[in-house]
């Protein structure tokens, strides 16, 4: 195998406890976890467990539940953090260039029938994701139903600094343009409600919206696909004075915003996120933070040229290599012995 996925493992692994429980300690907690979700060839729970049953692994389904119901989260946050640190060292960006960070939710379906006895049949997921290094960030997790206009706003807080929130209609709030029209170093490209009042002003300017909430804003206008799309943004005019953005860059930004439904496509297809399996709160928060630590192990991961380059081709290249190895629980603990 020519890759630094060994590199990866040992540095953001191999600290986890081997013998802090007697029965499944946090290396093992983790790497089943990283198991299910890697692990093209496991389609359940409980197949996965057979194998690794059958190959000498005597943890069983019900502890592994109870210690995914009890477990501190933490430790997977903590990776999270870990592997985006590694990740934003590789960032490229020339001085005075802006990020581009699009965010949306998506919705996630509970599988479980004793979440449903609480009144929970779904997850929303709120994220974005900065394209200076592929990153996800601004993770939010919220159980049941809501509109994003009303959520959202930790994800839009984590826009990097000289970054570019995107978003489209469903964050559109007067009062959030307003907060957001205050941003001296952060800027947002959101795309307006048809049904908000614009009223032209003599500056070229526009004032959003009616009432005690209304706010005078720059507006870009732009037809894509038969389609109108009317954007408020604070980012500064492109004129002789100052190197600010024209409204076709503007317009381009925006277009940028699909990456986070490729993120979330992505996810779902090949990280096992379009269903969640777990039973509880607790448990559910892991499964998603484990399908974004797989995410950002696929972006660290560097493979032969002639192997692909696309985070599915990655994928697929682990995937060849685990098939000689068991299970990921067995190739993680022998990649972190060497």
Sequence with gaps: MISNFGHIVKTHLSNFPKDDYPVLDT????????????DQSQTSMRSMFKRLNLRGETVDISTFSKASK???????REMIFSLKKELSK???????????????????S???????????????????????????GGIVIHFGQGHDNKYGNET?????????AVMDRGFCDLKRIKRLQKENSKYHVLRMKNNINLEKLANDNYMVGTGKNKI???VVMFTHDNSEFRLVTNLPIKSTEIEGVSDEEIAEIYKKRWQIELLWKFLKMHLKLNRLIAKNENAIAIQIYTCIIAYLILKLLVIPKEAGTTM???????????????SYVHWLRELTLR
């Excluded at 005075?96 to 998506?106: A, K, N, W």
């Design 27 to 38: 290396f093992k907690f983790v790497s089943i976890w990283l198991g299910l979700v890697l």
């Design 70 to 76: 009890k477990r501190d989260v933490g430790v997977f």
């Design 110 to 136: 509970i599988t479980s029938k004793l979440m449903w006895n609480l009144g929970f049949h779904q997850v929303k997921l709120f994220s974005g994701i900065n394209l200076s290094t592929g990153e996800p």
């Design 216 to 218: 005078e804003s720059r």
């Design 312 to 326: 599915l081709d990655k994928l697929r290249y682990l995937q060849a290599f685990m098939c000689e190895k068991i």
């Design 156 to 164: 839009i807080e984590e826009t990097p600094e000289n970054g570019v």
């Design 90 to 108: 590789k960032k490229e960006i020339k001085h005075g260039e802006l990020e581009i960070f699009p965010l949306d939710s998506t919705i996630v």
